[in-house]
């Protein structure tokens, strides 16, 4: 049998979260420029290229994938992948497939995804305000998203409402969103936002959540759940509703020593955590036809033990890297 992935500090790495495109047909203010370079496409891996990295991924052990990007759903012919990841879920050597979206090409796209073998999707959403979506997204439009959402529902795919807490932004609607959410059947996860890419002063927009928690303990009472995924996120129930709610905290806790995980981008490039520069390139090794397995046990040697994200540092405990860049 293949010896696991297991790096420095003795964490299992069973799932890869893969970034297929850089591209998106949003610009979320906290995520992009409204003007990005985006890559040449010449410079992506083909989706023949991700499959047989996938692969080699989950033959060292890796039972979990999840395609995001840039917004995954925009890549040209991103099913075949799909279809093409699906022959891991049927042989068992996968447990789960999923992707993160902004939704807006979900009415196409959801049934196809159920039919591939997807159960579960992050959906992202930040208001339930037309005019704020529009503007919080620059380029996006809620009815789309909110269309998308419905077909993913009705494909029968579970949907987790992923929303970043924006001080000033969305402050006002941590009820309303609760409520939409409960009444449609949808988890929800509130995130901090990071402070990745140039895209502005985030420090005006960042809504620490021990701030939000309190808020939904003055009106509920929260139960912490001790459900782990391996991943950042820690939930608690609400007692009065049986709602279960989500928190990513990079920046008020971290939890990096039960971290599972490693990013792809798509270009090949294998970032260790979503907070350092630690990264090595598999692209190389792929189209030169050399070992891929031994590439990517070398590179898991340098996963590092955590990240540096902090705001209240000068320069320091920033990352210069787009989130759309590793896929968040
Ligand atoms: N386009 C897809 C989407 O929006 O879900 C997938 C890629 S997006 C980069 C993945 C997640 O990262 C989204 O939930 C988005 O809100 C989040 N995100 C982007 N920039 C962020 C930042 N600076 N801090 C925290 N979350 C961020
Ligand atoms: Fe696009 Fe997702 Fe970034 Fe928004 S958060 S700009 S939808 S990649």
New binding site residues.
């Given amino acids: 049998m293949t010896a696991p992935l297991i790096d420095p500090f003795q964490r299992a790495i069973s799932y890869l979260r893969i970034s297929v495109t850089d591209r998106?047909d949003f610009r979320?203010l906290?995520?992009m420029s409204e003007q990005m370079t985006f890559l040449p496409k010449s410079e992506l891996l083909t989706l023949e290229e991700l499959d047989r990295l996938c692969s080699t991924f989950v033959g060292l052990g890796v039972r979990k994938l999840r395609v995001?990007?840039?917004?995954?759903l925009v890549r040209r012919n991103i099913m075949d992948f799909f279809r093409a990841m699906s022959r891991h879920l049927d042989s068992g050597a996968l447990e789960e497939l999923t992707l993160?979206?902004?939704g807006s090409q979900l009415a196409k796209y959801a049934a196809d995804l159920a039919a591939c073998g997807v159960r579960r999707i992050?959906v992202?959403l930040d208001t339930l305000d037309d005019a704020k979506f529009a503007h919080i997204t620059r380029w996006g439009r809620l009815s789309q998203v909110l269309e998308g959402i419905a077909a993913a529902k009705a494909a029968g795919l579970r949907v987790k409402i992923?929303t970043?807490a924006l001080k000033g932004f969305n402050e006002d609607e941590l009820f309303r969103l609760l409520d939409w959410c409960a009444g449609e059947g949808h988890d929800l996860t509130f995130?901090e936002?990071?402070p990745?890419g140039e895209t502005g002063d985030?420090l005006d927009q960042y809504w620490p959540l021990t701030d939000l928690r309190r808020r939904l303990g003055e009106r509920f009472s929260l139960i912490p759940l001790t459900e782990r995924t391996g991943g950042p996120a820690r939930y608690v129930q609400v007692s009065e509703t049986g709602q279960k709610i989500g928190f990513i905290t990079p920046l008020t806790h971290n939890f990096c020593e039960s971290c599972n995980r490693v990013r792809l981008t798509c270009t090949g490039e294998l970032y260790m955590c979503l907070g350092q520069e630690d990264r090595a390139d598999l692209r190389a090794p792929l189209r030169e036809g050399a070992d891929l397995e031994d590439a990517i046990r070398a590179a898991i040697l340098h996963k590092p033990k955590g990240h540096d994200f902090d705001y209240s540092r000068q320069n320091t405990g920033q990352m210069p890297r787009h989130?759309?860049h590793t896929?968040?």
């Fill in positions: 998106c979320c906290y995520c995001t990007g840039g917004e995954p993160t979206t902004n992050n992202s992923n970043v995130i936002v990071m990745m985030r989130m759309s896929g968040g």
